[in-house]
C-alpha cells in the first residue's frame, strides 16, 4: 500500500497513512472522517551514502527498519 498525506478538516492536523487508493481513512488525531488527501510530488531515491544513512537514522528513531537490507535487519 502506498503512503498517502492526508489533511483533516475538523481538526486541522495533517498526517500520512499507509492506504490504498480508494480508501477514506479516520483521522487518527480526533476520528473525523473528513479528511483530504493531500497532492504530493514524488520522491526521487536516495543513491548517496548521507542520504542513506539519514534515513535509517530516522527509521532507527521511529522504530521500523525499512530502509535497511534483510541481511542488515537481523532476525
Avoid: T
Amino acid at each position: 500500500m502506498p503512503l498517502y498525506g492526508f489533511h483533516c478538516k475538523q481538526c486541522d492536523k495533517d498526517c500520512e497513512l499507509l492506504v490504498g487508493f480508494d480508501d477514506k481513512p479516520p483521522c487518527p488525531a480526533c476520528g473525523s472522517r473528513r479528511m483530504e488527501r493531500l497532492v504530493s510530488r514524488p520522491a526521487a531515491p536516495g543513491k548517496s551514502k548521507g542520504l542513506i544513512k539519514a534515513a535509517r537514522a530516522q527509521a532507527a528513531r521511529e522504530g521500523h527498519f525499512s530502509n535497511y537490507s534483510r541481511n542488515e535487519r537481523g532476525g
